[in-house]
């Protein structure tokens, strides 16, 4: 949850030093195009992913629960369910969500591919690339 708020409150101050209003960031509120939907499920799914494999890490212990590598991946679970709600709701800031995703998602991938011959590792990887080339499409 902390994660969560820390992530809104760097949102929030994102968009009030760039001072640019909540709908420059608009993309389909609707949330009815292809690309948002597909989106929305590569979110929920990475998140779902993430999840299982941050359980793999901490049950590995050793570097797959360092520190660094479990808040990286922490992050990712956060954003990616954070950027599902936000498109799930229409907001006008689901853009913006998307593109902190996005990062979250390649940092995610970028950790998990240091763990040679882990296929869970190598599956959230892959799942963590999906989401953030869906959500590099929404981010603009």
Known sequence: MKNVMLVFAVMCALIAGAGLSPGAFARDASGGSAGAEACQKDCG?????????????KKQGGKHAEAKHVKTMTDCLSLCKMSDDFMSRGSELSGKVCGLCK???????????TF??????KNCA???RKCAQSCGKMAG
């Open 116 to 121: 040679k011959g882990d296929k869970t590792m």
């Open 103 to 113: 990062d979250a998602c390649l940092k995610c991938a970028e950790s998990c591919e």
């Open 126 to 128: 892959d799942e963590c």
């Open 45 to 57: 799914h990475c998140a779902s992913v993430c999840e299982d494999t941050l359980a793999h890490c």
